[in-house]
């Protein structure tokens, strides 16, 4: 039975471009580069900071190897950027909350498991007002390796005292389905969020859910599926 929920942030939980896009353009306008549109950025996320870093110096999403002094001073800049900026206009997809609270009202352990730093996520969650609602959350530098590895999933489920087999992982991207399939989970994908160009309904996944509410609803009703199966 699943008994816990690892789930993802930027895309998933929140629509954070804006501020994201808002440092990547700071970023390339402190190095000299043009902006670029908030769409294109929005194609580069979703392999953590350093590759978003990148992809906007580049700008194109092809994972290409930056020059090892213009990718620090653009770190640098991306970091100081967005620290200023972080939650300002981020907001909370529809279904979120009460997905979250249905999750909850089902005795599910929640996670968040990102690719994020912690300095970055640890305040968007509590600006955002999500904090409250995780028992866990591993971050893009909580373990040696992000998303697509499975590693931070199986800390996840570690710190949540689950068994893999027993959690489904949702998220917005590839990174995500990748992640949960290598780590034994069940994966659920939403459709709205960052996917790097690639559309997430082509995926072998276990489910697509519109919201977290409907995420929920599969959950419930695989639990009942196995209460009522006669083995």
């Not at 620290?83 to 909350?97: A, C, E, F, Q």
Request: net charge negative; glycine share 8%; aromatic share 6%.
């Amino acid at each position: 039975m699943i008994t816990a929920a690892l789930i993802d942030l930027d895309g998933t939980l929140l629509d954070s471009i804006p501020d994201l896009a808002h440092a990547a353009n700071a970023m390339r306008i402190d190095m000299g580069m043009t902006p670029l549109r908030e769409a294109v950025i929005e194609t580069f996320v979703g392999k953590g900071v350093e590759n978003l870093i990148r992809r906007t110096l580049a700008g194109q999403l092809d994972d290409v190897e930056s020059d090892p002094d213009q990718f620090a001073a653009a770190r640098e800049s991306f970091f100081r950027n967005y620290h200023l900026v972080n939650g300002d206009k981020s907001t909370v997809y529809d279904g979120v909350i009460d997905g979250l609270k249905a999750m909850r009202a089902l005795g599910l352990k929640l996670a968040v498991v990102t690719n994020k730093p912690t300095e970055f996520t640890l305040p968007l969650l509590q600006r955002t007002g999500l904090a409250g609602f995780f028992d866990t959350v591993v971050c893009g530098d909580t373990c040696a390796r992000k998303k697509p590895d499975p590693l931070p999933m199986l800390y996840a489920c570690e710190q949540l005292g689950v068994a893999p087999a027993q959690a489904v992982a949702i998220g917005d991207s590839i990174n995500d389905v990748q992640a949960g399939q290598a780590a034994g989970a069940r994966v659920l994908v939403v459709p709205y969020g960052y996917n790097e160009g690639h559309d997430v309904r082509t995926l072998k996944v276990d489910g697509i859910v519109s919201s977290l509410i409907d995420a929920a609803q599969w959950i419930a009703s695989q639990t009942e599926a196995q209460v009522s199966s006669p083995n």
